[in-house]
């Protein structure tokens, strides 16, 4: 009999990493070799290998997924007075980049089944001072993008992509990243494809945008100590483009097994009837999404989701609240007097969402361990009523 694990992660980075241990060595080792820490060739095939994972002609590295939003909005030329329409619901890194550069956060509210951005909510945002649009493509699912460029074109908008949870996700069967004029994608160690340590990537179709992009990641300096504009200090550097390299290898496998895994959930969660008794709202997939499952969303309805997260951290079981508070009630945000009346999807789902374990190397007892304890906890629920 296979005892049931003690404890189950949220994740387990070194586990997903322990295979590919060698092949790291062996790549890390030509990097130290070569001396060229920054700007090794490394850097310019993993570029190259993103962009055709991407179906994109142009891709550029940079140090974080947060300065490829950021250098996305630099190279815009957006700037103070400017409004940019980005969900509420997002890491902060969606919205602190168009505050940075004086610009006016415009938040949409979000569709409450893929909690990505609400289409239908959006052409009443537009203004005419509306300079971007920033879909999220969150936690591997892409936003209804094919809609949102649409809108975007007939108004000349440009759209940039946050598609730092969804390299591998497509819509339409079109990659994540090749739909706006720039993608953004994160290598933080917890995504899909993750580093040791941060980076990021940008991706266009557009040859001069990719240009600019770069110049504007490189201090704005070409030819050398001669600064056409004011750029910033991001670079990919060679170490984790050698990580990334071997990992995208590996990555249309990681996505399998994190696609079995929730397929997994789903039949368990079912089976255990937590779903048809409308205490659990399983992660919906949109049709016309191809979904790599960065994370696995549930809704816990009643107000119940920070009881069922303490009692599973009672049985040893990790989880996250992916977002605990929507970007319109952070604190450094107060002075955009946002109000949350205009916003009841993202108030609902910051209530209701709870983040389950999912990463390639989770095992089936595990699951199994997840999904007693969720068990569990409306078992003593319904003992306690009766």
């Known amino acids: 009999m296979v005892q049931a694990p003690k404890n189950v992660p949220l994740l387990d980075i070194n586990r997903d990493n322990q295979p590919h241990r060698e092949e790291f060595i062996e ?12 700007f090794g060739p490394d850097v310019s095939s993993l570029e190259q290998e993103v962009a055709n994972y991407s179906q994109v002609e ?8 947060s300065d490829a939003l950021l250098l996305a909005l630099m190279a815009l030329g957006i700037g103070p007075g400017d409004e940019v329409i980005v969900p509420s619901f997002t890491f902060f890194a969606s919205v602190s980049c168009i505050t940075r550069l004086g610009a006016v956060p415009i938040f949409v509210d979000i569709r409450p089944d893929t909690f990505n951005m609400d289409t239908d909510k959006l052409e009443g945002l537009i203004t005419d001072r509306t300079r971007a649009i920033i879909p999220v493509h969150l936690f591997g699912q892409c936003a209804e993008i094919d809609r949102i460029c649409q809108i975007a074109t007939d108004r000349d908008i440009p759209v940039i992509e946050d598609a730092a949870q969804a390299i591998g996700a497509a819509y339409h069967s079109r990659p994540a990243g090749s739909w706006g004029v720039v993608g953004c994608f994160s290598f933080y160690p917890t995504k899909n494809l993750g580093g040791m340590g941060d980076g990021g990537m ?7 945008m990719a240009d600019r992009l770069r110049l504007f990641a490189g201090h704005g300096m070409r030819p050398r100590y001669y600064h056409q504009v004011v750029g910033i200090n991001s670079r990919l550097d060679t170490f984790q483009a050698a990580v990334l390299r071997v990992k995208l290898k590996h990555l249309g496998e990681a996505v399998e097994k994190r696609t079995m ?20 709202t399983l992660p919906y997939v949109d049709p016309n999404a191809f979904h790599v499952w960065n994370q696995y969303s549930i809704r816990v309805a009643d107000g119940r989701r920070d009881d069922l997260r303490a009692h599973l951290a009672e049985q040893g079981v990790g989880s996250e609240i992916y977002y605990p508070v929507p970007m319109h009630r952070q604190e450094c945000f107060a002075d955009l007097n946002v109000d949350p009346d205009s916003l009841p999807e993202t108030e609902l789902a910051s209530q209701e969402i709870l983040n389950l374990p999912i990463f390639p190397g989770l095992t089936e007892a595990e699951q199994l361990r997840v999904i007693d304890s969720i068990a569990s906890f409306y078992q003593q629920s319904a003992r306690v009523a009766a």
């Not at 030509?30 to 920054?38: A, C, I």
């Not at 142009?58 to 997924?65: D, E, P």
């Not at 940008?202 to 001069?208: E, H, R």
């Not at 397929?263 to 205490?279: A, F, I």
């Open 27 to 38: 790549a890390l080792t030509e990097v130290v070799d070569s001396g060229r820490f920054l």
């Open 58 to 65: 142009n891709a550029v590295g940079c140090a974080s997924g």
């Open 202 to 208: 940008l991706t266009s179709g557009d040859a001069g």
């Open 261 to 280: 895994i929730s397929s997994r959930y789903e039949r368990l969660l079912s089976e255990h009837q937590l779903v048809n008794e409308g205490q659990l």
